[in-house]
């Protein structure tokens, strides 16, 4: 199953000329591509799929929308390679930990680097 998983920006920079992010999950944090969705920044929140920014969202809609994620269980572990953390507020600190999959998919290269 592929989910678009709503997620806020925390930051965002160039790499290898990408418009790239490390966008929140909820507390679970990822590298995302913004190529798509050039308006979005930091604060933002978006509709992630398969490590790209499809759209942006407002922040209701986005933590209702978590809420439901959650209670789905093992389809946002799929996406993510990791389940949500429970209960509203769940923004806690992680490090951040790009699945290596991820990186392959941006050819090998750590999207971080460089910055």
């Given amino acids: 199953m592929c989910l ?3 997620g806020r920006i925390l930051d965002v920079y160039d790499h290898a000329g990408l418009r790239m992010a490390t966008v ?4 679970v ?5 913004l190529a798509y969705t050039p308006e979005a920044d930091e604060g933002v929140y978006v509709i992630v799929h398969v490590g790209f920014a499809i759209t942006t ?10 809420e439901v994620l959650r209670e789905m269980g ?3 572990e ?21 699945r290596s999959d991820a990186r392959a998919a941006h050819g090998g290269a750590d999207p971080r680097a460089g910055r």
């Fill in 4 to 6: 678009g998983i709503p």
């Fill in 57 to 66: 969202v407002d922040e209701e809609e986005a933590r209702r929308t978590l």
């Fill in 74 to 76: 093992g389809a946002v």
């Fill in 78 to 98: 799929g996406e993510l390679g990791e389940p949500l953390p429970a209960g509203p507020g769940g923004e806690r600190d992680r490090a951040e930990r790009p």
């Fill in 24 to 27: 929140d999950f909820g507390g």
């Fill in 29 to 33: 944090r990822r590298e995302v591509c």
